[in-house]
């Protein structure tokens, strides 16, 4: 009666830890391409996906519901950063050398986006910004630290993080 008590408990958290293992059994199966049947990949990540779900402990769908509801609010507040970005038309100018018919080379001014043109520091920001989301959902008890980081604390570091960030790309900002 095991599993009718973990199917009646199902929720995001349970359902993220299914879609997490279903995804990484069939990748990892597609790409190796063991075995050659697409169905027959399927059904072994499906069952092995539900075997991971109704195994999961309880501080590990915990800390998936902390974590999903705080990656939910912040890509809301990072697809309004976007937003804000793109509505003031912040754009960088490049050179891009093209060439014609005789091979001659032309330099054309092109507008690129701001995140097209800083890709690797936003990802590096995202991923900052993800590392804090899992350590502050409780991915410090998931790992066996006992450290617990309260609110304050979550937005100081954040703060700070982003500050120095900020710093950063002040100072190695190149003029026009």
Do not use: C
């Not at 998936?64 to 003031?88: C, H, N, P, Q, R």
Request: net charge positive.
């Amino acid at each position: 009666m095991v599993e009718i008590t973990a199917l009646e408990r199902l929720g995001l958290p349970d359902m993220v830890i299914w879609l997490l293992t279903f995804s990484i059994v069939y990748g990892l199966l597609s790409h190796s391409e063991i075995p050659k049947s697409k169905a027959a990949r399927a059904i072994i990540s499906l069952v092995l996906a539900f075997f991971v779900m109704f195994s999961a402990p309880a501080t590990m769908v915990a800390v998936l519901s902390k974590m999903s509801s705080a990656l939910i609010l912040t890509v809301l507040g990072i697809l309004v950063f976007i937003v804000f970005l793109e509505a003031i038309g912040m754009r960088k100018r490049v050179v891009i050398i093209e060439r014609d018919k005789e091979g001659k080379e032309i330099p054309k001014p092109v507008e690129v986006n701001i995140f097209q043109y800083y890709s690797k520091y936003f990802l590096a920001i995202f991923v900052i910004i993800a590392i804090i989301i899992f350590l502050a959902s409780g991915g410090f008890n998931l790992l066996g630290w006992n450290i617990n980081l309260n609110m304050f604390q979550q937005t100081g570091i954040f703060f700070i993080i982003a500050i120095i960030i900020a710093i950063l790309w002040l100072v190695l900002e190149k003029g026009d």
